[in-house]
């Protein structure tokens, strides 16, 4: 716990040295728009080159937080490859561990700026964007949830104490080691147990307001949260900021000068901008949270057809089912334990299909769990119509970095799906000309045929004899 507040105390103490470091850059309009603009030029020239949608040797799932991404990790790539095909991480804040280079797959919540860290002509990048508005609140949903289940404890010393005890039988990854939420969820527990201790000295008394966002006595009001600088340091445009390679969590040297150049200069952000969506264009795949069935199926048809491809190329299509040491191999399908019985995208749908609707009703379980600590504040969709659309408007304005960029990337999304029915459409026109094709119906699959071939090659073998005899009974009448 200590050293959790100390993380906590660091990033708050580095984002106020930053701020002071770059102030006077800051103020000067001109000083800053040279740096951004200068970043901005180099990113766009660095251009990946090759054909954008064949995947190449690794594949990096950049994990933009609240997008569904874990459904993704579980249900798609770990049934796709085996853990000794993952890249090795280190867990301070989920970044690359370089100790080895010839991986398959990388997911991790770093941003784009692990594309440093590679060949770009070897590594593919995939992502989900989300509706901005709905992140937001995703993000103070999961930020409470999570905070919420250390109020077991009577006090955060108690807590400390328990951490240490958990952290030394486990080896696991939790999700205070996890980027972002190894900063806002401590933030948000400590803000919890504050607000718990103050009821007691009231005598437990709250004001009774039908919005769980704004229950002051129990949590921080959202209002509160999107206003604080963690908020701003960390949530606000983070889909641009992630895809731009900017996060506090970034490998850029100038990250922070830039980002902060940002922040006080808005009109900069332009720049960022059009960095991230010509990122978004490179990609292999870009999905939507909202659209998660038509997401899975471009998913899987683009992405898993070509992973399935690769690992049949080389030989190496059963390492998933033959990897015992893998964690996830007793998840894997029968099928997938049979060599002679490949994974399929058709299969790989059928196994996304159930293996989602088990981790939703997991998380689902766990989250009214949690929550239940906190009662009467039920954080629900349906309960975020009753925040005021005012305060809507302000979340749309301190994120409009990331509406404009999830427009953009509604649009890329259109794209993928129309380019998708195409293909399958001209594969079933191949497949439907193959089978009705002369050549199809003597090579074709049906059990008749093969008897249909010896009772040919019976007939042309009596014709020949029947040839045979009758030109030795001509010669005989010419003699």
């Known amino acids: 716990m200590v050293y959790i507040k100390l993380g906590i105390i660091m990033l708050l103490l580095l984002s106020v040295s930053i701020k002071e470091t770059v102030s006077a850059i800051a103020d000067n309009y001109e000083q800053c728009e040279h740096i951004v603009k200068k970043w901005a030029l180099s990113s766009l020239d660095s251009d990946v080159k090759g054909d954008k949608h064949e995947l190449r040797d690794l594949l990096f799932f950049l994990h933009i937080p609240r997008t569904g991404g874990r459904t993704y990790l579980h249900c798609f790539l770990k049934k796709l490859y085996s853990n000794s095909q993952e890249c090795p991480r280190s867990y301070d804040k989920l970044r690359f561990n370089p100790r080895k280079t010839n991986c398959g797959l990388l997911s991790t919540h770093d941003d784009y ?159 960022v901008l059009k960095v991230a969506k010509k990122r978004l264009d490179n990609m292999l795949y870009v999905g939507l949270t909202e659209n998660h069935k038509q997401s899975a199926t471009i998913f899987a048809n683009v992405v898993g057809a070509q992973v399935i491809s690769q690992h049949l190329a080389s030989g190496s299509s059963t390492d998933v089912a033959s990897n015992e040491d893998s964690e996830q191999s007793s998840s894997l399908s029968d099928a997938q334990h049979d060599a002679n019985n490949q994974l399929t995208v058709g299969k790989l749908m059928e196994s996304y299909e159930s293996c989602i609707s088990t981790l939703r009703n997991t998380q689902a379980e766990r989250r009214v769990n949690s929550l239940k600590r906190i009662a009467p504040a039920n954080l629900t969709k349906e309960a975020r119509l009753l925040v005021p659309e005012a305060l809507i408007q302000e979340i749309t304005l301190l994120n409009s970095l990331d509406v404009e960029l999830y427009n953009y990337a509604q649009d890329i999304f259109s794209k993928q799906q129309s380019r998708m029915m195409q293909s399958m459409a001209y594969s079933e026109k191949v497949e439907s000309t193959f089978n009705s094709s002369a050549y199809a119906d003597f090579y074709g699959p049906p059990s008749w045929k093969f008897p249909s071939l010896l009772a040919l090659s019976g007939f042309l073998l009596l014709l020949l004899l029947f040839l045979f005899l009758n030109s030795r009974r001509t010669s005989k009448v010419k003699l």
């Open 113 to 271: 700026s692990m594309m440093s860290k590679f060949p770009k002509e070897k590594i593919s990048v995939v992502t989900i964007l989300r509706n901005p508005i709905d992140r937001i609140f995703s993000t103070y949903e999961f930020s409470v949830e999570v905070a919420a289940r250390f109020l077991i404890h009577p006090n955060l010393t108690s807590v400390a104490r328990m951490a240490k005890r958990v952290r030394g039988k486990t080896t696991g990854v939790s999700t205070l080691d996890i980027w972002p939420w190894k900063y806002l969820v401590p933030w948000m527990r400590e803000d919890l147990f504050a607000r718990r201790d103050a009821r007691k000295l009231k005598g437990d008394s709250y004001l009774a307001t039908n919005n769980p966002y704004d229950m002051e006595d129990i949590l921080m009001p959202l209002h509160e949260y999107i206003n604080n600088p963690i908020a701003q340091e960390i949530i606000h445009n983070g889909a641009t900021f992630q895809i731009a390679g900017l996060t506090n969590n970034s490998y850029f040297v100038d990250a922070h000068d830039i980002r902060h150049c940002v922040f006080k200069h808005q009109t900069l952000g332009d720049y």
